[in-house]
């Protein structure tokens, strides 16, 4: 009895977990509906914008579904359904720039092909097919060739894709279809339906403008390039190594600093983009200012070219040859608050545009100047570290010269050893000479000097031994080369950031500009400066 009763328990066990497996969704439809919430929670604006979607194609369905519509339209009632699906797009700019190209188009397209119809049926049935034929070869060559313009290409291809689409179905059709010419207005009636329908949803219905993503795009990449500095300085004068389970912590630094920069070196074209829309949005501001879209691509460019510099400064903390500590320690202060200046800099204009006001008359303060005058400072108090010892440099300067030969030997334990003899080197050539187990020299003028004589080897033999030796000789060279320029590292590393004090004006300069131009509000002095705190 016991025995039944842990039999039924066990297969009512195994019923409910494979129940389970069977109402339980697969991995792969978990995977689906994340990703769909990750979308809509990036950018809500998606989900306004599939909502308009689906609105506007009820509407044009309403041509099928109510029969008056449908006695009226007919079968062409589709190209509203075409319109909708092709026309509304994600931006009220790009909205406005496809409806109105393809309704431009086929408006244009229609009435020239009712001139080409009425010469037609005027001119006899054999001389109007020659003149359709040749109408048809003529502008369907010219659009296409004027398809190449740069301009007409970047704000009209797809109105003179439609407009050669739709010339040559009403031509060609109306020789043969002589309702051919009703069909077209037709399907003019109900494509301007559609282009009407995406317009309303567009403008007026939760509007996005390109503008406005033009406008945040612009603070972004400001603020980012701010956070790629301030990761950078703290990761390249932190006080000790970071252990192994503390990889994950720098995996985000390295994260801060990639996508802060990144932001601003990929947003080119969809500048661009964003730019073109904006140019085909009405004036939808309480003030009706133009929107100036070139002056934000030229703000954009000047970032781009700042971005570069940021780039190179994450570059120096990725370098095989780094400074050690006990030196980048000596001069971390005037780098911290010279950082520092630059990152309350960049700020202060992402706030300026954010706010759209003008920037402090102050911004760069005399604190920015103080900390590139401490860092200056600070370099000429640690000459040795620069220049070297006396002995380096004579050694430098010698070899520069070509007064220098280097022998190489290696004895019986395999270890290099470098000699330097100014008298034997009569060519102002580099000699290796290579000491073998039987003695046999090997020796080489790396210029156009006359070769010196050497005692028959095995070439296999003398090629292992060049390779091994010129690897170790690399190595030692770079070794050596440490002694007087351990400290050279950190030179670019600072030279990096004097250049973005440098490239600060730029891109304070057009910022200006583009205040002026956008009729920004004027700085008001009693607003009081939120300084930012760079943690370092």
Request: include cysteine; charge should be positive.
């Amino acid at each position: 009895m016991w025995n039944k009763s842990m039999d039924i328990s066990m297969s009512d066990e195994s019923s409910r977990k494979t129940r389970m497996k069977i109402l339980e969704p697969p991995k792969k439809i978990k995977e689906i509906l994340k990703d769909l919430w990750e979308v809509g929670k990036e950018d809500p604006r998606r989900v306004k914008h599939a909502f308009k979607v689906g609105v506007s194609l009820t509407l044009v369905s309403l041509l099928y579904l109510m029969e008056p519509f449908f006695k009226g339209i007919g079968k062409n009632a589709i190209w509203a359904v075409m319109t909708v699906v092709v026309v509304l797009e994600f931006s009220a700019g790009a909205t406005l720039r496809k409806g109105l190209n393809r309704g431009l188009g086929t408006v244009i397209a229609g009435s020239l092909a009712y001139f080409m119809e009425f010469v037609a049926l005027h001119s006899g049935k054999i001389i109007g097919a020659i003149f359709i034929g040749t109408a048809v070869f003529i502008i369907g060559s010219t659009v296409t060739y004027m398809r190449f313009v740069p301009y007409i290409k970047k704000n009209y291809d797809y109105g003179m894709l439609v407009f050669l689409l739709t010339f040559n179905l009403i031509t060609v059709s109306s020789y043969t279809v002589h309702a051919a010419i009703n069909i077209a207005q037709q399907r003019l009636f109900t494509i301007a339906m559609g282009i009407g329908i995406c317009l309303v949803m567009s403008l007026l219905v939760f509007p996005i403008w390109s503008g406005d993503d033009l406008h945040k795009s612009t603070v972004t990449k400001l603020q980012g390039l701010s956070r790629s500095i301030e990761a950078c300085v703290s990761e390249y004068f932190k006080e000790k190594e970071e252990d192994k389970e503390d990889s994950d912590f720098e995996s985000d630094d390295e994260n801060v600093i990639y996508k802060g920069y990144k932001t601003v070196l990929d947003s080119k074209a969809s500048d661009e983009a964003l730019a073109m829309f904006a140019r085909w949005e009405p004036r939808h501001t309480i003030h009706c200012n133009k929107f100036p879209s070139q002056q934000y691509i030229k703000v954009g460019s000047v970032l781009r070219k700042f971005g570069y510099t940021v780039v190179a400064l994450h570059g120096s903390l990725q370098t095989e040859i780094q400074t050690p500590r006990s030196i980048r320690i000596l001069f971390r202060d005037p780098c911290v608050r010279l950082a520092n200046e630059i990152c309350k800099v960049l700020s202060e204009l992402s706030e300026s545009i954010r706010n759209r006001r003008h920037c402090s008359p102050e911004i760069l303060s005399d604190k920015l100047e103080v900390a590139l005058k401490d860092l200056n400072t600070a370099i000429k108090s640690q000459p040795k570290l620069f220049l070297g010892s006396n002995l380096h440099g004579d050694i430098t300067n010698t070899h520069l010269n070509g007064d220098v030969s280097y022998y190489n030997d290696t004895n019986t334990n395999g270890i290099v050893s470098y000699h330097n003899d100014d008298k034997n080197n009569l060519n102002g050539c580099v000699l290796g000479q290579t000491t073998i187990q039987q003695n046999d020299t090997v020796s080489r003028c790396q210029s156009n000097s006359v070769m010196s004589d050497r005692r028959p080897v095995k070439k296999s033999t003398v090629t292992g031994e060049r390779r091994r030796l010129r690897k170790q000789m690399s190595k030692i060279a770079v070794m050596k080369s440490l002694e007087f320029s351990e400290a050279l590292p950190f030179a670019a590393f600072a030279s990096l950031l004097v250049e973005m004090v440098a490239r600060l004006d730029t891109v304070i300069d057009e910022v200006e500009e583009l205040g002026t131009i956008a009729c920004f509000k004027e700085y008001d002095k009693s607003f009081d400066r939120t300084d930012v705190q760079v943690r370092f």
